[in-house]
């Protein structure tokens, strides 16, 4: 029997400048935990968020929230399991407000070799 709550979200069709604070803007009437916003291979956002909730009630309130408009384009919610979260969201963090690649510090570095 599985007595967890289910405190996780998935956000799809974020516009791309969606920030933390938009987020938890958007979802004012729940206590947000994390926002973690993906990002493509570039560091480019995918326009998919995955957010952490502090309880279930909160993940109904949330789920309330489907398909409102968030800016010019309405939100998909959907609750995810934890282990899809924590898989979603490994090695990810909006504490530095960018995900750096190898690829991306590879590509920088020759950048900075090329301009001296």
Known sequence: MD?????FIRLKGLVWSATEEDIKTFLHDCDVKEVVITTNDRGRPTGDAFVHLDNEADAEKAMAHNREYFRERFVLIE????????????????????SITKAGMEAEKDEQDKNG
């Open 3 to 7: 007595t967890e709550e289910n405190t």
């Open 79 to 98: 609750e995810i399991y934890e282990s899809q979260y924590i898989r979603e969201t490994s090695g990810k963090s909006n504490k530095d407000e960018k």
